[in-house]
């Protein structure tokens, strides 16, 4: 997926498990909706959306975890839409690097 569109793709689902949970149209919800605020989540209520998160299909479909700490500095949409992207980004760096190291070794092994 090229940039643009891993992050609009990453924000239309933020905003889906949004507003299925609270029961909200989708089109309620833009990308600086502060939900930590909106629905009054309390600290540990809103850690523990990481690891909602990291259950849900799409996440496990683009290798992104998240962690319950790194949950405090996030408030809105975006927030989250934009360390899920970083975190889609940093995957498929490593990614690419073990398989380029893997190429690399097998093109110096002996037969």
Known sequence: MANRNI??????????????????????????TDVRKAFNFSSAAWAELADRFNRLDWMIQIHALLAQREMIKLKTIGDITALICDKYRKERVFVASVAADRASKKGTRRS
């Open 7 to 32: 992050v609009a793709w990453v924000e239309d689902h933020v905003i889906d498990y949004f507003a299925n949970r609270f029961h909200y149209p989708s089109t309620a919800f833009k990308g600086d």
